[in-house]
T-cell receptor, first 111, second 111 residues
Framework: DTAVSQTPKYLVTQMGNDKSIKCEQN?????MYWYKQDSKKFLKIMFS???????INETVPNRFSPKSPDKAHLNLHINSLELGDSAVYFC??????????FGEGSRLTVL | DAKTTQPTSMDCAEGRAANLPCNHS???????VYWYRQIHSQGPQYIIH???NNETNEMASLIITEDRKSSTLILPHATLRDTAVYYC????????????FGTGTRLQVTL
């Protein structure tokens, strides 16, 4: 079973649309993250949740809204998509031992 | 979290040891050194981490200098599958750790 799974893996959409990316981890970790990797390959942290509570919000536009229905899920909803939102979005979970477990990424292309 | 400095790229012949350096001169006493790698466009993969002592696991060895201002990741027998971007990260442990990724070192393993 995949430890951290993201859906969809690929997403192509038009500017102005609203889309969601889902993430689930079956590792029992309390903390989950969203990272964005742009075309220059910089991997930037966006959000972190601990047991459904937001603990890190790295000056991400309000169009991005994470939601954590339970500690095993952290979804990312994006409103009014812009060209600059095109990137690969990685979900990750963190155990007490400190090493991040990443998903395989969701490649978003905004046309 | 302390900033790290890594060479942009390195080459290594297959079968030889790959030694990847990382400078973290502003590291604090409670901060760990973590290494991750990202193969092509996959999700980053945890390799190893340490605080003060040298560490070894099935993937690699981590050598941390006595003053903790630098470290070296060693892949003892590099293979073509080790071609990836390697990230050195310095962070405190715990759920609030931002685990900020820099630009990393692109390791190219050649025949």
């Amino acid at each position: 079973d995949t430890a951290v799974s993201q859906t969809p893996k690929y997403l192509v959409t038009q500017m102005g649309n609203d889309k969601s990316i889902k993430c689930e981890q079956n590792l029992g970790h309390d903390t989950m993250y969203w990272y964005k990797q742009d075309s220059k390959k910089f991997l930037k942290i966006m959000f972190s949740y601990n047991n459904k509570e937001l603990i890190i919000n790295e000056t991400v536009p309000n169009r991005f809204s994470p939601k954590s229905p339970d500690k095993a899920h952290l979804n990312l909803h994006i409103n009014s998509l812009e060209l600059g939102d095109s990137a690969v979005y990685f979900c990750a979970s963190l155990p007490n031992t400190g090493e991040l477990f990443f998903g395989e990424g969701s490649r978003l292309t905004v046309l | 979290d302390a900033k790290t400095t890594q060479p942009t790229s390195m080459d290594c012949a297959e079968g030889r040891a790959a030694n990847l350096p990382c400078n973290h001169s502003t590291i604090s006493g409670n901060e760990y050194v973590y290494w991750y790698r990202q193969i092509h466009s996959q999700g980053p993969q945890y390799i190893i981490h340490g605080l003060k002592n040298n560490e070894t696991n099935e993937m690699a060895s981590l050598i941390i200098t006595e003053d903790r201002k630098s470290s070296t990741l060693i892949l003892p027998h590099a293979t073509l599958r080790d071609t990836a971007v390697y990230y050195c990260i310095v962070t405190s442990s715990g759920t609030a750790s931002k685990l900020t990724f820099g630009t990393g070192t692109r390791l190219q393993v050649t025949l």
